[in-house]
T-cell receptor
């Protein structure tokens, strides 16, 4: 089974609207972390937000928030007030265990295109 | 700080050739990793290290070797290049206890 599943290969969103990117994960570990990265067309990987499995509150970073539903094993990214610069690929990733170093498992990504 | 640097930026190899992709970081990070990204896909972990002298395999280690003799450097060796290794290779680093990984700019490798 895939450990990280992103079911939306691509999405259009109108500028200034909010968009939700879906991510479901599969793990038997109690301790894990979930990440979202942005990859613009230039290719670099940009860290957006992190949620730990024991964090009770949903993580927020500026216009990014993570809708963490542990029982459903989902960690959706919400981007509020979309901007043209948000057009990019977005990847969900998971780190399992406490001492996992830099071992991330990535999903296949969702391409977002923001329309003016 | 230069952050995470990778050389070369681009490389073309013929099948069977060997080469080393360089990765260096000047942030004194203990954790370093190598990922590959095939077209239209997410990143997959090749090898990782939690400190100098300690390395381990990731999801797709076959055809690659690593060593970590210093904290700063984590080279990735392709032993005998194959067309299936055509990909973009990313190196990343982080200190323990920090959730953000710092990625290098990537090396685009084509094997013909």
């Amino acid at each position: 089974a895939q450990k990280i599943t992103q079911t939306q290969p691509g999405m259009f969103v109108q500028e200034k609207e909010a968009v939700t990117l879906d991510c479901t994960y599969d793990t038997s570990d109690q301790s894990y972390g979930l990440f979202w990265y942005k990859q613009p067309s230039s290719g670099e990987m940009i860290f957006l937000i992190y949620q730990g499995s024991y964090d009770e509150q949903n993580a927020t970073e500026g216009r990014y928030s993570l809708n963490f539903q542990k029982a459903r094993k989902s960690a959706n990214l919400v981007i509020s007030a979309s901007q043209l610069g948000d057009s990019a690929m977005y990847f969900c990733a998971m780190r399992e265990g406490l001492a996992a170093g830099n071992k991330l498992t990535f999903g296949g990504g969702t391409r977002v295109l923001v329309k003016p | 700080n230069a952050g995470v640097t990778q050389t070369p930026k681009f490389q073309v190899l013929k099948t069977g050739q060997s080469m080393t992709l360089q990765c260096a970081q000047d942030m004194n990070h203990e954790y370093m990793s190598w990922y590959r990204q095939d077209p239209g896909m997410g990143l997959r972990l090749i090898h990782y290290s939690v400190g100098a002298g300690i390395t381990d395999q990731g999801e797709v280690p076959n055809g690659y070797n690593v060593s970590r003799s210093t904290t700063e450097d984590f080279p990735l060796r392709l032993l005998s290049a194959a067309p299936s290794q055509t990909s973009v290779y990313f190196c990343a680093s982080s200190p323990p206890g920090v959730n953000e990984q710092y990625f290098g700019p990537g090396t685009r490798l084509t094997v013909t």
